[in-house]
Each structure stands twice: as C-alpha cells, then as structure tokens.
C-alpha cells in the first residue's frame, strides 16, 4: 500500500485526540493485518469512495472505548447505548474526514460510519487490498487503526469494449 494513504490517518488520528479528547496518542510499528477479526471489541467503519476505495476501522478494547467516548463527550455511556455507537461512529468520521482531506488531488467520499460492538467479531475487506494496522497508545488505553484503501481502477465495473459512464 502506497505510504501516501497511510500517513494521513496517522495526522488526523493524533489530531483529533488531541483536540477533541485532550490526549496524545503514541504511533506504534504498523503491520499488515492477516484475517478478517476485528482488533478489539468495539469498531467504528468508514468506506471510501472515489478515486480512493476501501475502508478505515477504528478499533478498540470495549474498556478503552468506554474511557474514550466518556473523554470525547464529556460523559458516560453504557456501551450497549445508541448513544454509545453515535460517540464511535462520530470519532472515526472526524478521523476519517480530517484524512480524506488530506488526500491532494483525489476526489474521495467517506460513507456514514457503521458500528460494531461485540467479541470476535470479523471486518471482511477486499482481498485485492493489504490492510495496514496501526496499533496505538494513550493513557486511557490501545486501540489500534486499521486501513485497507488503494486507488481506485479506471473503468471498474465497465463491460469490456466500454466506456464508464
């Protein structure tokens, strides 16, 4: 994956924590991610489209999610609360967002965020696109960003011997 898709979720990411949750987060080694499980118990899910496609997931230990959205809000939210979601899916939006705007030139379009609460459960990405993750750290805990974008092929979906529309 192109490192130019990378490096602007790594600036919205410290970015948004720090100004809107009032905390640092460490960058830590990114990998590529083998498998569909989640990282954590609690994902918030962007998809991009555009010259860009794929998605970002913002995933977290449901503790470290609580603490988070408590900081982000300024007040608790039982995590089974839609309220709760809304918190989550607001902060990857944010995240994802501040990134997209980043990307000089392309023309890219973030999705409404999805939210998914719950052990084990699986993120299933294109098995044409390398997932990068980025564990993190703050001090109310890890949670880790999860990329799996790349540019977006001329005349997809187009029947051979067309055009796209």
């Known amino acids: 994956m192109d490192p130019q898709y990378i490096t602007p979720f790594i600036r919205s ?13 460490t960058i830590n080694q990114p990998t590529i991610k083998k498998g569909a499980s989640a990282a954590y118990d609690v994902s918030g899910i ?13 995933s ?17 939210f039982p995590s089974d609360s839609p309220d709760f979601a809304d918190a989550v899916g607001e902060l990857v939006n ?3 967002g501040s990134a997209k705007g980043m990307f000089v030139d392309k023309n890219v379009s973030i999705s409404c ?4 609460i719950g052990p084990g459960h699986h993120i ?4 044409d696109t390398p997932c990068v993750s980025i564990p993190c750290s703050t001090s109310q805990g890890d949670l880790a960003i999860e990329i799996a974008i790349r540019e977006a092929v001329a005349n997809a979906g187009a029947k051979p011997g067309t055009q796209a529309a």
Do not use: H, W, Y
């Open 94 to 96: 944010m995240i994802s």
């Open 124 to 127: 299933n990405t294109r098995s």
């Open 13 to 25: 990411i410290q970015n948004v924590f720090s100004t809107m949750l009032r905390m640092p987060v």
């Open 113 to 116: 965020p999805s939210v998914v």
């Open 60 to 76: 977290f230990p449901k503790e470290t999610a609580q603490k988070l959205i408590t900081a982000f809000c300024g007040m608790e």
């Open 46 to 58: 962007i998809g991009m489209s555009g010259d860009v496609v794929g998605s970002v997931v913002l």
